[in-house]
């Protein structure tokens, strides 16, 4: 949650730079706690399999932006809502193993569906009926049956940290003597200090103050009244259960309960989320929570196991992006290996860029070929991917928000085909280029790439869900690593799926790089280049199944990525 239309973004710009910069917080109190101290060279152990998200490619969508319903109810308005996005379910995945057009993907994460007075809907005025603009709670059911019908999962934003101040809850609470007082956060006086980016936090309404971390029009929910825990947590089981969602993703999190002046990851938002993650596993065992805590990878793993299944990992989608543009390895080894350290393997979220921050094309200068290079280390590296709608298509954008989150090009139109009328917010300048009719005709565009990174990750154990092992290059512009399954050997023995991924991050070709890795997979490989289907030289298995000196690719061309399948042959 960082998307408040309200906020200037001068204060956005602030609060994202102080996360970007691993600047924990302005509190004092959290200030002076110690430092995690992470030894890099210790793998958390364990499987790397946990639940169906890893076996996902997520895609996250804003219904607002995807599909005007093209006939019927709410067509023409130029608001994206459940019917348009049925019609382009198959664009996703058309549920048909034997075709390979659709991008493949099996879940998807939804950006907020319920009532809120807002285009983005993160503040909520009723959590059990379907947005307006967007259809009807039936409509809703019919999107879930046709996405289930397909192979693909579906998780729901969750925003429990607040509601809108039009929500009648607040309504009621704003009443000195209401009822429902308590279920908001109330001063008689303004306490006077400010929130962790120094921003105000405490709003005047009537004779009173109220919390509110991101905004006057979002009130925080006051969870030590243990009724505001019980309407939140059965407004999360219904969802699971009624509405047949599977999971959610929740919003700022570590923003939960504040503790006096400490109002980032309190001690009782941990024991609350206990409670929270117990009652989605009651309601549907397979339910998969993920977590938004925009803070450093020490501070976000503390979240994973027992109160969210997974976070999303911001420092390393920094990371890979650095690393794509200043053609610097280094930069993603190093926090690929941190997060290695931290988190159960494969227990995190994946992605370039999300809804609050700038595109990563715009991020990448649009320069198509380190964009490339970004989505082959996505979605062949461990974790669970998400990807950005739009971002199979190179799209771009900067602030303000609205402009992170314009209408998907589907062609090269005024309205991208997004609808027939006005899009509530107009496509991109470079559409011409940025659309999927004009990139599914050319073999080496964007969309291409991440349709077939997407299949081969479905289809290989090992980059799905696999091991990961960093490999040497010799050469500080070339990332290169293993994923391996089907064998808890830490050094690869008996491994019944290999996958070697070599990225040139440099703008020039590569010959000077020689692959070292401590493997002991077995004595000779017989390897195929599966992207582009070029030749591979084999390596030298004769020492003990360990490679030292391989170079399976003579030349590695500018800016871009191999996935390599090194079969196995046993003597
Ligand atoms: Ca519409
Ligand atoms: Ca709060």
Known sequence: ?????????????????????????????????????????????????????????????????????????KSGDGIGDFQGLITRLDYLNDGDPKTDTDLGINAIWLMPVMQSPSYHGYDVIDYKTIEQDYGTNTDFQKFMEEA????????????????SDKHPWFTESSKPKGEQRDWYIWSPKDPGYKGPWNQNVWHKRGAGFYYGIFSDRMPDLNY????????????????????K??????????????????QESAPQTFEWLKQ??????????????????????????????????????????SAMIDAARDGDAKRIIDAQAKVRALYPPNQYGRFLSNHDQTRVMTRLRDDEASGQVAAVMLLTGPGIPFIYFGEELGMTGDKPDENLRTPMQWENSR??????????????????????????????SMFNLYRKLVQLRTSSEALRAGQYMPVESGHPGVYAFIRYSGTDDSRGRNATDVKLVIVNLTAQPVTQYSLKAPVRFGSRGVSKELLRGIAVNEADWSNSGMFVEWKPITQLEPKRGYVIDVKLVKD
């Open 1 to 73: 949650m960082r998307s408040i239309r309200s906020f200037s973004s001068a204060v956005l710009f602030t609060a994202c730079a102080g996360l970007a910069l691993g600047q924990a917080t302005v509190n004092p109190d959290a200030a002076k706690k110690p430092a995690v101290e992470i030894d890099i060279s210790k793998p958390k152990e364990g499987p790397g399999h946990v639940g169906w998200w890893n076996d996902a490619v997520f895609y996250q969508i804003f219904v607002r932006s995807f599909q005007d319903n093209p006939r019927g109810a």
């Open 148 to 163: 289930h019908k397909r192979g693909i999962k579906v998780i729901l934003d969750l925003v429990l940290n607040h509601t």
């Open 224 to 243: 030590a009244n243990p009724l505001v825990t019980r309407e939140m947590l059965e407004i999360t089981k219904w969802g699971l259960t009624d509405m």
């Open 245 to 262: 969602v599977d999971g959610y993703r929740l919003d700022a999190i570590r923003h939960l309960f504040e503790d006096g002046q400490l």
């Open 276 to 317: 929270y993650f117990a009652a989605t596993k009651e309601a549907n065992k397979d339910a998969f929570n993920i977590g938004e805590v925009w803070a450093p990878s020490d501070q976000a793993a503390m979240y994973v196991g027992g109160m969210m299944d997974a976070v999303f990992e911001f420092d390393l989608a």
């Open 415 to 444: 309205t991208g085909g997004f609808t027939s009328g006005k899009p509530w917010r107009a496509v991109q300048p470079d559409i011409a280029r940025k659309n999927l009719a004009t990139q599914r005709k050319d073999d080496d």
